[in-house]
């Protein structure tokens, strides 16, 4: 079964697989570089070594995500190492936290832009409030002290924040 998905994997038979290094199957000069590189280090210092991420090329162009643990194995002569890989792809998990860091950022990016709204609406409704309050509160105070006119120009201004109020409503 394992050699049926590791040859599934790079597109070869069971044949063609057994035997082989993961150098030797991948097709990208630099992922074959890179697994030998740590295959060295795990034979050298005779220690596992855990990759929580490495890419890797397979024979159609498609990328997968794996996640591997590399372990030394006394080699039968007991003098040298083997290494021994367990890969796990977690392309889909990978793929699954970058939609769901992408649909983060885009509700962040909403909340901030919600902020902002609520700051410019609430800054052009204080304008208009604030000519109706205080000519509300001329008229009130001095009503009978000011001149026809004078009564006209102050409701005008009402009038016209109001419009102003109402106008940024329907908008």
């Given at each position: 079964?394992?050699?049926?998905?590791?040859?599934?994997?790079?597109?070869?038979?069971?044949?063609?697989?057994?035997?082989?290094?993961?150098?030797?199957?991948?097709?990208?000069?630099?992922?074959?570089?890179?697994?030998?590189?740590?295959?060295?280090?795990?034979?050298?210092?005779?220690?596992?070594?855990?990759?929580p991420?490495?890419?890797?090329?397979?024979?159609?162009?498609?990328?997968?995500?794996?996640?591997?643990?590399?372990?030394?194995?006394?080699?039968?002569?007991?003098?040298?190492?083997?290494?021994?890989?367990?890969?796990?792809?977690?392309?889909?998990?990978?793929?699954?936290?970058?939609?769901?860091?992408?649909?983060?950022?885009?509700?962040?990016?909403?909340?901030?832009?919600?902020?902002?709204?609520v700051?410019?609406?609430s800054?052009?409704f204080?304008?208009?409030?604030?000519?109706?309050?205080?000519?509300?509160e001329?008229?009130?105070?001095h009503?009978?002290?000011?001149?026809?006119?004078?009564?006209?120009?102050?409701?005008?201004?009402?009038?016209?924040?109001?419009?102003?109020l109402?106008?940024?409503?329907?908008?």
């Amino acid at each position: 079964m394992l050699f049926r998905s590791i040859a599934a994997a790079y597109g070869k038979t069971i044949e063609e697989v057994i035997g082989k290094t993961d150098r030797e199957l991948l097709i990208n000069p630099e992922e074959a570089t890179q697994f030998g590189n740590d295959d060295q280090q795990v034979i050298n210092l005779v220690e596992s070594l855990w990759i929580p991420e490495e890419s890797i090329t397979l024979p159609s162009g498609e990328q997968k995500i794996l996640q591997t643990h590399k372990i030394p194995i006394a080699a039968p002569d007991g003098n040298s190492y083997e290494v021994l890989g367990v890969a796990t792809d977690i392309t889909d998990r990978k793929r699954a936290e970058d939609e769901i860091q992408k649909a983060l950022q885009k509700e962040k990016e909403l909340r901030e832009m919600k902020g902002q709204f609520v700051d410019i609406v609430s800054h052009e409704f204080r304008t208009p409030l604030t000519s109706i309050l205080g000519f509300a509160e001329l008229l009130n105070r001095h009503y009978s002290k000011l001149s026809k006119e004078k009564q006209l120009h102050y409701i005008r201004n009402i009038q016209q924040a109001g419009i102003r109020l109402k106008d940024l409503i329907d908008d």
